[in-house]
C-alpha cells in the first residue's frame, strides 16, 4: 500500500528525502512513490505535464486507498521553488508563464485530498503551516498531523484558498473561504459529515477525531505573545469561528472531554470560538447526570458572556436539516463593504453563486486550465461511481471534487458546470443514504430550492433565447440523478417529492415545445397537484364532490326533488337537499346515476362522471405507487 510519494525536481532532494522517509517507524520503502521531472514547462505544456503527474497520484491513490476510510496521502515537493521570492502567485493556474509552480497549483486544485509538503525552503502563507513545512522539523509534525488523522480534504489549512485568491486575479468569480471550522466527533463519519456541512457553506474545515488533533488546532501555544492573545500552535487567527462538538467526547487517545468547562481548560481555542454547535444524543447514565447539570450551568454562563451556543440532536435529518437545526442559516450573516452584496446562511466573504459578471468583461467561458482541472475532479468522481465506492468517506470525497469543479467554473462553462452540479448532489443524497446516522426521512425541500437557484445561475451563461429551457433542463437531470438515487435506497416519500418536482418541470418543457399547448396549462398544472400527495388529492375529492353537490342543488328543479325523495322515502330537514348530494356523490364516483330531463342536469351529471373516473384513475395510480415502493 502506497502512503506518500515525493514529487521534485532536483534528484539529490529526491534521494534525500526517501532516505529522511525511511527512517524506523515512518515508511517502508515499498510505501514511497518517487518521481523526478524535467524541465520547467512553458504555458502550452502545463496542461500536459499536469495531466501526466496527476494520472500517476491517481494511480498512487487507487492504491493507498482503504475501504471505508478516508483517504490520507502526503506529496513531497519542491515544486513551489527555492529562495526568498516565491509567492502564491508561483502557484497561479492562470499563470501564462507556466513552469512547475503553476502545474503544482493545478495539482493542488485537483487533489483536495492530499497533504502537500514543500520541501524547498519556503511553505505558501497557510493557516496551518507545519501541515506543509518541509523542513526536517516541519516534515516530523506534517508526519505527527497525518498520524493523529488531520484530513485537508477540506482545506482546513487554506492551501486550495490561497490558490484560488492567486487565480482570482483573472478568474474573478472564484469563491473563496475565509472563515474556518472545526468538527469534533469521536465518529469519524459524524465528524465528516459535520465538516463537510461547514465547507459546502463557505468554511474551512477540519473533521478532528482524536484528542492529540484537537490540542494541535485548539490549544493555545506556550510561545503565544501578548500582541497576539488569539494565535494557537499551528496558526490560526480570528477567523476560526464555528465548531460542531459532540458533548460526551471520548477519544481513543486520551481521556473523556465530556465536561464542558474541563474541555474549555484543556483547549482554550474554544472560549473563543463565536458559534458553539454541541451534538449529542441526549443519553443518560445515573453517572452523568451530574456532568450534565454542570454542563447547562456551563452553556448558561457563556451564553450571558454572547458567545452563542445551540444543542443539535443526533441522528440527523440530513445536511440540510443539520445547518437548519443549528440555525446557522439565520445565525450567520455577511455584507460587503460597499453594501453591494449580503449573504445569509453562509461564512463571511463566500458568495455563491457568483454575481453577473457578463458586464465585467470576465469572457465567455472558465480559463482554459481551471476547465482543464475541473474536468479532471469530475473525471476522478465519475471513477468513484465505477468502482462501485459506496462508503460514507468516499461519497463525501465525490462531493467535494465536484462540489471544488462547480466553483472553479463558476457556471461560465454551463455544460460541465451542470455535470458537476449534477454529481455533486448525486454524492451528497447517496452519503445521506448510507449514513446510518442520518434519519430515514430526508427533507428534500430545500435541496430542491438550491437546485433552482444553481441552475439559474448557470442557465444565464446560455444565449437569452435559451435560457429558460437551459434552467429546466439542468433542473430536470439534476432531480431525476436524486430519484434514481432514492428509489435504489428505498426512499419513497422523498422520491414523491423530487418526481413531484420532475414532472413540474417535464410539463413545462413539453409546452415550451409548441405554444399552442399552454391551453393545457391548468389541466397539468391541477394533475400535478392531485399526484402531489394523497393529502392533497383526498382535499380535491372534498372540494368536486362539495361543488358538485351545490351545482345539482341548483339546477335540479324543485318538484322533481321533492317527488324523488318521497318516492325514495327520504325525509329530511328543511334546507338541507340530500338528492343533490346523492347525485353528486354517485355521478362522480361512477355508481348508478339518478335520471333527470333536465339539460343542464343532464350535462352536469356527464361531467361528474368524467371528472370521477379520471380522479379514480389518480387514485388507482397513487395506491399502486405505494404498494409497490412500500
Not at 16 to 30: D, K, N, W, Y
Not at 213 to 240: C, H, M, P, Y
Not at 261 to 287: C, E, M
Not at 474 to 485: K, S, T, W
Request: hydrophobic residues 40%; contains cysteine; proline residues 4%.
Amino acid at each position: 500500500m502506497k502512503r506518500c510519494a515525493i514529487l521534485v525536481q532536483n534528484p539529490a532532494l529526491g534521494a534525500a528525502l526517501q532516505m529522511s522517509l525511511l527512517h524506523p517507524h515512518r515508511f517502508q520503502e515499498h510505501e514511497i512513490c518517487s518521481l523526478v521531472v524535467g524541465k520547467s514547462p512553458d504555458n502550452d505544456r502545463s496542461a500536459l505535464e499536469f495531466q501526466k503527474l496527476a494520472d500517476e497520484l491517481c494511480s498512487y491513490l487507487a492504491d493507498s486507498r482503504r475501504p471505508g476510510f478516508a483517504s490520507q496521502f502526503l506529496v513531497f515537493t519542491d515544486f513551489y521553488g527555492y529562495g526568498l521570492n516565491t509567492s502564491t502567485d508561483t502557484l497561479n493556474p492562470t499563470n501564462p508563464a507556466g513552469g512547475w509552480g503553476t502545474v503544482l497549483g493545478m495539482l493542488i486544485l485537483a487533489f483536495p485530498e492530499i497533504q502537500w509538503v514543500f520541501c524547498g525552503g519556503q511553505v505558501p502563507p497557510t493557516k496551518l503551516k507545519s501541515a506543509h513545512d518541509g523542513s526536517p522539523e516541519g516534515i516530523s509534525l506534517a508526519l505527527k498531523l497525518k498520524d493523529i488523522g488531520y484530513l485537508p480534504m477540506f482545506d482546513g489549512s487554506g492551501l486550495r484558498d490561497g490558490v484560488r485568491q492567486a487565480a482570482s486575479k483573472v478568474a474573478r468569480y472564484l469563491p473563496t473561504r475565509s472563515m474556518t471550522a472545526i468538527s469534533m466527533d469521536e465518529e469519524s463519519d459524524y465528524a465528516l459529515l459535520h465538516a463537510y456541512c461547514a465547507f459546502r457553506n463557505g468554511f474551512r474545515s477540519i473533521a478532528v477525531t482524536t484528542r492529540g488533533l484537537a490540542i494541535e488546532v485548539l490549544q493555545e501555544s506556550a510561545r503565544t505573545t501578548s500582541k497576539d492573545k488569539s494565535a494557537n500552535r499551528v496558526g490560526f487567527d480570528r477567523d476560526l469561528v464555528l465548531v460542531f462538538e459532540d458533548i460526551f467526547l471520548s477519544f481513543p487517545d486520551g481521556d473523556k472531554l465530556s465536561n464542558l468547562k474541563g474541555r474549555v481548560a484543556t483547549l482554550p481555542r474554544l472560549n473563543d470560538i463565536q458559534h458553539r454547535i454541541l451534538v449529542t444524543s441526549d443519553q443518560r447514565t445515573q453517572d452523568d447526570y451530574g456532568r450534565w447539570s454542570d454542563n447547562q450551568q456551563f452553556i448558561r454562563e457563556r451564553r450571558l458572556r454572547g458567545q452563542r451556543i445551540r444543542k443539535l440532536h443526533k441522528p440527523h435529518a440530513g445536511m440540510f436539516d443539520v445547518w437548519e437545526q443549528a440555525r446557522l442559516d439565520r445565525a450567520l450573516r455577511w455584507s460587503s463593504e460597499d453594501g453591494g452584496i449580503h449573504t445569509r446562511g453562509v461564512a463571511d466573504h463566500y458568495v455563491w453563486p457568483p454575481e453577473d459578471f457578463h458586464e465585467q468583461n470576465q469572457g465567455h467561458s472558465a480559463p482554459g486550465l481551471l476547465l482543464v482541472i475541473s474536468n479532471y475532479l469530475i473525471a476522478r468522481a465519475e471513477s468513484l461511481i465505477e468502482a462501485g465506492s459506496n462508503s460514507f468517506p468516499d461519497e463525501i470525497l465525490g462531493a467535494v471534487l465536484t462540489g471544488e469543479a462547480l466553483e472553479l467554473l463558476g457556471g461560465k462553462t454551463p455544460t460541465s458546470s451542470a455535470k458537476a452540479l449534477q454529481m455533486k448532489h448525486f454524492f451528497e443524497v447517496q452519503a445521506e443514504c448510507h449514513f446510518s446516522g442520518v434519519e430515514y426521512h430526508i427533507p428534500m425541500r430545500s435541496r430542491i430550492k438550491e437546485v433552482k437557484r444553481d441552475a439559474s445561475a448557470i442557465s444565464r451563461w446560455f444565449h437569452r433565447s435559451e435560457q429558460k429551457r437551459a434552467f429546466l433542463n439542468i433542473q430536470m437531470n439534476v432531480i431525476n440523478g436524486l430519484v434514481r438515487v432514492l428509489r435504489e435506497n428505498n426512499q419513497f416519500d422523498e422520491e414523491q417529492i423530487c418526481m413531484n418536482h420532475v414532472r413540474g418541470l417535464h410539463n413545462d418543457l413539453w409546452m415550451r415545445q409548441k405554444p399552442w399547448r399552454w391551453v393545457y396549462w391548468p389541466i397539468l398544472r391541477y394533475m400535478e397537484v392531485l399526484l402531489s400527495s394523497l393529502g392533497a388529492f383526498f382535499i380535491a375529492l372534498v372540494f368536486w364532490v362539495g361543488g358538485l353537490t351545490a351545482l345539482f342543488t341548483f339546477w335540479e328543479p324543485e318538484a322533481e326533488t321533492a317527488k324523488s325523495q318521497e318516492i325514495m322515502g327520504i325525509v329530511t330537514n328543511p334546507g338541507v337537499d340530500l338528492n343533490s348530494f346523492g347525485q353528486a356523490f354517485s355521478t362522480f364516483f361512477g355508481t348508478e346515476a339518478m335520471a333527470s330531463p333536465h339539460p343542464a342536469w343532464v350535462i352536469l351529471t356527464v361531467c361528474a362522471v368524467v371528472v370521477g373516473l379520471a380522479h379514480l384513475g389518480v387514485f388507482i395510480s397513487h395506491v399502486y405507487s405505494i404498494v409497490s415502493r412500500k
